[in-house]
């Protein structure tokens, strides 16, 4: 099991900007896939953006599309969500994941790897 952990969130202004930061132990170059899944209280889980580390493919939810963006820092061994643009229903609690199972587009099937304990987002006025 890994030590996954998450940084960055936090209450924005809608309209902000805010970025996540997910750090894993030993770095994230030896791993398959890294993604952010959110979850709003009564809704279930939902795959915001993954990466494919290897072939650098990336997955964004339609909902974040053209505002969201997820990148590696290979400096810092951390994968970072800049999120722009923010909206009342980005809020929820976001956690990062590392090679789990399941396509990030179906959040809530997806199940094991390694997860962070999430961290919170608030966007509000």
């Known amino acids: 099991q890994l030590d996954v952990a998450e940084s960055g969130g936090g209450l924005v202004q809608p309209g902000g900007s805010l970025q996540l930061s997910c750090a894993v132990s030993g770095g994230i170059g030896d791993h398959y896939v890294i993604g952010w899944f959110r979850q709003a209280p009564g809704k279930e889980r939902e795959g915001v953006s993954c990466l494919a580390i290897r072939n650098d493919n990336r997955y964004y939810a339609d909902s974040v599309k053209g505002r969201f963006m997820i990148s590696r820092d290979n400096d810092k061994g951390t994968m970072n969500l800049q999120m722009n643009m923010l909206k009342p229903e980005d809020a929820g609690i976001y956690y990062c994941?590392?090679?789990?199972?399941?396509?990030?587009?179906?959040?809530?099937?997806?199940?094991?790897?390694?997860w962070g304990q999430g961290i919170q987002v608030i966007v509000s006025s």
């Open positions: 994941a590392v090679d789990f199972v399941g396509p990030c587009n179906h959040g809530a099937a997806v199940t094991g790897g390694s």
